[in-house]
């Protein structure tokens, strides 16, 4: 069983659809003994971080998201939730990623909105998928690039287009709107 969970962030229901489009059932829930149960845990948002937070606090899921042991794949703001803290609102995030969220400098276009490719790769996540392949971001926060990073992509400064540390896999990007490239990252997750 796949489960995604639900925290009062948006683009939920378009992970779920592109999970069935891979031939795979999911769930929508914040029910830990799911989450704890379920063989991969999706964990996507689009949304504000605090206000994220605070719902996850509301449900004790700050506690148990660092501790799962399946194989969890954040998305977006999912991924930013993921490491220790959030510019947006000033926000003391989860931690499983030793990275600081930080809010895009004002040089140009604030959200980075559309179609970007990487500078580097490194995982099994990113298997049949090459640098110039294109993946669909929206964000105007970014992780900065560090020891977790396994994709680089640029957009007014390196960021991370994605991480992982032991169990826990995130996208910046949105491998959901992200066409075949983004069904290919999704399947490869699925198949860990």
Known sequence: M?????????????????????????IITDDPELLKAADKVIFPGVGEASTAMRY???????????????PVLGICLGM???????????????GVFSNQIKRFPATDIVPQMGWNNFSALD?????????EDDVYFVHSYYADVNENTIAQ???????SA????????????????????GNTILENFLEL
Request: charged residues 20%.
């Open 2 to 26: 796949i489960a995604i969970i639900k925290y009062n962030a948006g683009n939920v229901q378009s992970v779920q659809n592109a999970v069935a489009r891979l031939g795979y059932e999911s």
């Open 56 to 70: 996850l606090k509301e449900r004790d899921l700050d506690q148990l998201i660092p501790q799962l042991k399946n």
């Open 153 to 159: 992509s640029e957009y007014i400064i390196p960021f």
């Open 80 to 94: 930013q939730l993921l490491c220790v803290h959030s510019e947006e609102g000033n926000t003391e995030c989860l």
């Open 123 to 131: 995982s099994p996540l990113f298997k049949g998928v090459q640098i």
């Open 162 to 181: 994605a991480l992982q540390k032991d169990n826990f896999y995130a996208t910046q990007f949105h491998p959901e709107k992200s066409a075949s490239v």
